[in-house]
């Protein structure tokens, strides 16, 4: 059953909003705890519902318009909260409806020491979204490039790994196994070309207008200044973190990256596994790419301030382990630019390929 609402909406401390596409379910509760609050909106009227409530604090899960509903509540004077869905869960009671769901959001609002989400501004999401668009651009270009080496090894044809070396090899294949491929198989490889060229060029489109956007951004700038980091990076932490406010020191913003090790520990007996890999996939990706890219050139570890360290890591820890350490390095090294708003001591003609 159902709590019974027991007080008055102008006694409502909390609201949890289990945000719909086209529906809100909203659950308020008094400073006592009780409910005081039971209600399903339309999207359209959630300012008309929440002009009529006193300004308190609103929770919602970190979800798809979360953002917007967060910078429209603050604007109205309220004090909006982005929680994790993996914080909300253990407040959930009873069965998975909207109604439960929203009485655990406004809950778990409550917690003192609950970390949230750190509010993005439209700069922010608009940033983000070229990162999402580029990376699904990226995926199905390599869908495209596997296909036609699947269909060309079901000719009896192999191509070297490597995407140059198909695109480099592509036309003269088509021209010296004319006799093997069939009219309409080859109609169907010149159609699936003609698409990675196009994915070629949107990919290139969107990546200018990252690395636009990268040396126009002061944050960016600065973030780039670190070994192996480009406009690919710094964008891409910009988006997600804005300056990094919601991480107290660069282990937190290591953590949820998932660039630490898994702890098992127990009777104070501290047992350390694999990386966590909890947080951002694609910011870890990036990340570890840019650690393989510096060590790829040992030459020019002398550069950098963590030169010696990383001469010594390589030497008592396997190459991969120490690639990881490395991009754990690197993300504590670039939160601490992007908050203090400081620069690398690297000087610029010691950059690397940069990611």
């Given at each position: 059953m159902c709590a019974k609402k027991t007080g008055s909406i102008e006694d409502i401390a909390v609201v949890g909003i289990d945000i719909g596409k086209d529906t809100f379910h909203l659950v308020g509760f008094d400073r006592s705890g009780q409910l005081v609050m039971r209600k399903q909106i339309k999207r359209l009227a959630l300012n008309t519902t929440f002009e009529q409530l006193p300004r308190c604090i609103v929770g919602m899960e970190a979800c798809l318009s979360a953002h917007f509903v967060s910078r429209t509540l603050r604007g109205m004077g309220f004090e909006p909260r982005i929680i994790p869905a993996i914080y909300v869960k253990p407040f959930n009671k009873g069965q998975k409806n909207d109604y439960n769901d929203a009485e655990a959001i406004a809950e778990a609002a409550l917690r003192p020491n609950l970390r949230t989400v750190s509010e993005k501004d439209q700069d922010q999401l608009d940033l983000q979204a070229l990162h999402r668009v580029r990376a699904r651009l990226v995926s199905r270009r390599t869908a495209t490039i596997n296909q036609i080496r699947a269909f060309l090894i079901e000719q009896g044809i192999t191509v070297r790994t490597g995407l140059r070396a198909l695109k480099n090899s592509f036309e003269t294949i088509l021209e010296q196994r004319r006799d093997e491929i069939s009219p309409r198989m080859r109609g169907i490889l010149i159609g699936l070309y003609g698409d990675w060229l196009w994915l070629d060029k949107r990919i290139e489109d969107v990546s200018g207008e990252i690395e636009e956007i990268s040396h126009t951004e002061e944050n960016c700038a600065n973030i780039m200044t670190i070994p192996g980091i480009g406009p690919m990076i710094s964008t891409a932490m910009v988006a997600a973190v804005g300056k990094g406010e919601a991480f107290d020191r660069g282990r937190d913003f290591a953590a949820w990256v998932g660039l630490v090790p898994r702890q098992f520990s127990t009777g104070g007996r501290t047992i350390l596994g694999r990386i966590t890999k909890r947080g951002?996939?694609?910011?870890?990706?990036?990340?570890?790419?840019?650690?393989?890219?510096?060590?790829?050139?040992?030459?020019?570890?002398?550069?950098?301030?963590?030169?010696?360290?990383?001469?010594?890591?390589?030497?008592?820890?396997?190459?991969?382990?120490?690639?990881?350490?490395?991009?754990?390095?690197?993300?504590?090294?670039?939160?601490?630019?992007?908050?203090?708003?400081?620069?690398?001591?690297?000087?610029?003609?010691?950059?690397?390929?940069?990611?």
């Open positions: 951002s996939r694609y910011l870890r990706m990036l990340f570890v790419q840019a650690a393989k890219v510096i060590m790829m050139r040992p030459h020019r570890w002398s550069d950098f301030s963590f030169g010696s360290w990383l001469t010594e890591a390589v030497a008592r820890m396997p190459r991969n382990k120490a690639a990881i350490a490395l991009a754990n390095k690197l993300a504590r090294t670039a939160w601490s630019i992007l908050r203090n708003g400081t620069r690398f001591d690297a000087p610029q003609d010691a950059a690397m390929e940069a990611i």
